[in-house]
């Protein structure tokens, strides 16, 4: 018996059962939510600063405005889930570039689901819970739509 | 026509030679301290030498210890691809008049396998992965008793990733690549893609499952390194396109 003969496994001998399509998704994913971001931003610049009044327009009772709207709430509620989530898996795939230990890899992990997870709930929750008319503010400072000062 | 009483001259133009001068990545693993360095030398090479032509003057008249590989010299083999001036190409198929020879020109190993002595790494993990998307034809049933036929068509449907010749410039030059190891790299590809789209193969869908690996075509980001780097002029990045493509109709 030869001792330098490689060990070669037979051409066709079973391979790992069908491989979960985790990385496929993923990649289709980051194009779609791409191509939605490119319409959801750029409207989103363009009735923040352009239309209307413009960049000088932009005070609290504009914002309020908006999220008074279910349209504008729907609107940036999209932005922020798809721009999370691209923009997390995004890192996620640099993170696997780059962290090579899984020590590295799991910490960075972490941090990073926490930090997605904080900016989403706490973004969300303002979108829902925002409140256009506090008691007791300046009646100038307010949208239109709030009556009592 | 009659021939004109000045001799014609028949000798064939004299070669213009100058002086180039080459800065080579060295590492000798025997050293004391084994430790990479540069390393440059003056030879005089003709106008129409390639790299190859000069880094064996270097090896031959100066520096016998100079460690490269290269075989065949006429860009078949795929030995000898390295990083010259930044960029991946065969030292065979380099002209040093292309690359401004007034200056030094920096030649280093192909990046992201471990480098073994000067200019040679180690080839493992890259033949590894080529091993991996089973590049020999997989059929079923009987043996047929004459050949295999093919269209024109079917046959120029793979006819780009035939050409490669496992030099492994477009692995090497993919920053995935240097990044994380894992990664099947642009050759693996390639060579699948040469299968995946034959007509006579029925491994396509074993392939697929490979390559839909956490490290096959979805770490591919388009940077097109690997087509620039290509000395046979294979299309790399979009035949990796085409594998994602196929992968995206199967599963939907
Ligand atoms: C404006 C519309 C946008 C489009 C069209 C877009 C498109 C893309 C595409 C196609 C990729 C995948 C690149 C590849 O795999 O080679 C990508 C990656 C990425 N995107 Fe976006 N994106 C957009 C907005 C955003 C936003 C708002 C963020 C941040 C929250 C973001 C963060 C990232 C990150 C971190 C990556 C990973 C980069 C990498 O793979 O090296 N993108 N983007
Ligand atoms: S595809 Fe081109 S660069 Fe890559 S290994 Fe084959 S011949 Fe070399
Ligand atoms: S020595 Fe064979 S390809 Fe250059």
Redesign the pocket.
Same mark, same amino acid.
């Given at each position: 018996m030869a001792a330098s003969t490689p060990t070669l496994a037979a051409p066709r001998s079973p391979r790992r059962a069908r491989r979960p399509n985790t990385e496929l998704y993923s990649w289709v994913f980051m194009r779609a939510s791409g191509a939605l971001l490119l319409i959801l931003i750029f409207v989103h610049l363009f009735t923040n600063l352009v239309s209307g009044g413009g960049v000088s327009a932009i005070d609290f009772g504009f914002v309020a405005g908006k999220w008074a709207k279910p349209v504008w709430q729907v609107w940036d509620l999209l932005i922020l889930w798809l721009a999370m989530i691209h923009g997390a898996n995004g890192l996620r795939t640099i993170i696997n570039d780059y962290a090579t230990r899984t020590g590295t890899r799991l910490t960075l992990m972490g941090l990073l689901a926490v930090a997605f997870a904080v900016v989403v709930v706490l973004g969300t929750l303002v979108i829902f819970t925002f409140s256009p008319c506090p008691p007791g503010a300046p009646a100038d400072l307010l949208p239109s739509f709030c009556t009592a000062g | 026509m009659t021939a004109t009483a000045t001799s014609p001259d028949t000798s064939a133009a004299e070669v213009p030679t100058f002086d180039v001068t080459l800065r080579i990545r060295r590492f000798d693993p025997d050293a004391k301290a084994p430790v990479p360095y540069w390393q440059e030398f003056t030879v005089t090479a003709h106008g129409t030498d390639r790299v190859l032509d000069a880094m064996h003057k270097v090896k031959w008249e100066l520096d016998g210890s100079l460690t490269f590989r290269r075989s065949c010299a006429h860009g078949v083999c795929?030995s000898d !691809?390295m990083r010259i001036n930044g960029v991946?190409r065969l030292a065979c198929k380099t002209l040093l008049k292309d690359l401004a020879p007034h200056k030094p020109i920096v030649i280093e190993p192909i990046k992201g396998l471990t480098v073994v002595k000067d200019l040679v790494v180690d080839m493992d993990p890259f033949f590894a992965s080529f091993r991996e998307v089973m590049p020999f034809l997989i059929t079923s049933g009987n043996t047929p008793s004459r050949e295999r036929l093919q269209s024109p068509e079917q046959r120029a449907r793979f006819d780009d990733?035939t050409?490669? #010749?496992?030099? !492994?410039?477009?692995?090497t030059?993919c920053p995935v690549f240097w990044t994380d190891g894992q990664y099947f790299g642009? !050759?693996a590809i %390639?060579?699948a893609h040469r299968f995946i789209f034959d007509s006579r193969d029925e491994g396509a869908t074993q392939r697929l499952e490979v390559l839909n690996d956490s490290e096959g075509v979805w770490r591919c980001r388009t940077t097109f390194n690997?087509t620039d !780097?290509?000395?046979?002029g #294979?299309e %790399?990045t979009k035949a990796i396109a085409e594998v994602k493509r196929a992968m995206i109709t199967r599963a939907i």
């Open positions: - | 795929g !691809a991946n990733t050409k490669c #010749i496992l030099c !492994a410039a477009c692995t030059s642009p !050759a %390639v060579n690997c !780097a290509c000395p046979r #294979i %790399v």
